[in-house]
């Protein structure tokens, strides 16, 4: 991996609507499966984990569920009760404690969900619709089934739940929160034309499949108000149909980021990621963040296979603001202080990455850590 330094736009200081960032560097959301208690309520292992983090410019939490309904994988927390933001509050204080910011982000795994995590009841989305694709059972992985129509009083409802959610971010201390709208989510169900055969003001038309999104949207704003609420979307995220073709969603999230230029958004955070069998070559000439540049005003997080050298070019082009680390940020915890010394990063066991306790969580070493052992 070339990650070399030179001018290093990554380490300049942002200010993100008031949020005084001491760099560039975002660690990006991931589902870690530690919150392995009845309440799905995080605790003193992610305080620890996202407090080990606190370097990062912005920390964006893991995916976390608004509703019962909302869930689809083994021990992933929500933000729901009032124990799971009790348990929040924690991780939020420890960050803030070592100097860190960090956002929540909202979750709801719709069709992508299976009984087994929903006290037996079927997963539900825009239409009875099977997504054909593996999903997390209790037991390990599964086939997707078919999933129940949500009525309109249920979507406004799921709309609500994300309004508490956001509330309860809030109450937990957190610095703002992102609407997660990439898969597996809900809302990019209702905007795909695979799943979503609705008839009524929710599907169909483009600004129809995208109501859904707005309204919670709206209602998060409504919660934060301007400058804290971010939405992460994969534009190139695609569904199977029932012809089993893939559906190409790319001109709704045009039309989305398009639209979000009327809204006070703390960022926009895309995802370029290339589906599979694509030839890197051809996806890297689809050229997504220039694309979306040009459509989008706002704040632009990039996010999607990044080294250092990629991630302080895209910045000195002026295509994105700031970039979000994933993987390196597993088994990096001074992801930042890496980048400033040059130095080498430590090698993730991606074993660990969804399952697991403290081990592939907590220890993985910093540098000063490495060097006291020599
Ligand atoms: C273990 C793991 C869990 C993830 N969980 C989430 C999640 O909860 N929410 C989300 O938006 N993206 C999630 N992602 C995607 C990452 O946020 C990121 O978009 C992706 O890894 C690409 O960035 P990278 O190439 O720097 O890793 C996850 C990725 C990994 C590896």
């Known amino acids: 991996m070339e990650n070399t330094r030179r001018a290093n736009k990554l ?30 309520a995080p605790g003193k292992i992610q305080a620890a984990y996202y407090a080990q983090r606190a370097s990062a410019g912005l920390i964006m939490a893991e995916g976390t569920w608004v509703n019962e ?8 927390p929500g933000l729901y009760t009032d124990k799971q933001v009790e348990g929040w509050s924690l991780v939020t204080e420890s960050v803030h404690k070592n100097g860190g910011r960090i956002f929540a982000q909202l979750g709801h795994a719709g069709v992508l969900s299976h009984p087994d995590h929903l006290n037996g009841l079927l997963p539900v989305g825009p239409s009875a619709v099977n997504p054909k694709k593996v999903v997390f059972t209790t037991q390990g992985p599964s086939d997707s089934i078919t999933p129940r129509e949500l009525s309109v009083h249920e979507i406004k409802e799921t709309v609500n739940d994300y309004k508490k959610a956001a509330a309860n971010a809030k109450l937990a201390g957190f610095d703002g929160v992102e609407i997660h ?11 795909s ?43 190139y995220l695609k569904y199977q149909t029932d012809k089993d073709e893939w559906d190409d969603s790319l001109p709704t999230y045009e039309y989305l ?18 589906e599979e069998g694509l030839d890197p070559k051809v996806h890297a000439s689809r050229n997504l963040f220039g694309n979306f540049r040009k459509i989008y005003k706002g704040t632009i997080v990039a996010n999607g296979g990044f080294t250092f050298e990629k991630a302080n070019a895209i910045i ?37 990455f969804y399952f697991g306790a403290e081990g592939g969580y907590l220890d993985y070493p910093t540098l000063r850590e490495q060097s006291n052992k020599i």
């Open 316 to 352: 000195e082009k002026g295509d994105a603001d700031l970039v979000s680390f994933g993987v390196l940020y597993i088994a990096n915890p001074d992801l930042v202080e890496r980048i400033a010394a040059n130095a080498p990063l430590n090698a993730s066991q991606a074993e660990t």
């Open 11 to 40: 380490l300049e200081p942002f200010d993100l609507h008031g949020l005084k960032l001491p760099n560039r560097v975002v660690m990006a959301s991931m589902t870690r499966g530690r919150a392995a208690n009845i309440d799905l």
């Open 193 to 235: 034309d695979a799943l979503n055969h609705r008839t009524d003001e929710y599907g169909g038309s483009i600004p129809n499949k995208a109501r859904f999104f707005f309204e919670i949207l709206d209602s998060v704003l409504e919660v934060w108000g301007s400058g804290k609420v971010s939405v992460k979307f994969n534009p």
């Open 69 to 76: 309904m909302s869930v689809g994988f083994i021990n992933v």
């Open 181 to 191: 709208v990439q898969n597996p989510s809900l809302i990019s169900q209702f905007l």
């Open 257 to 274: 980021a398009d639209q979000l230029n009327n809204y006070p958004l703390a960022f926009l955070q895309l995802l370029d990621y290339a």
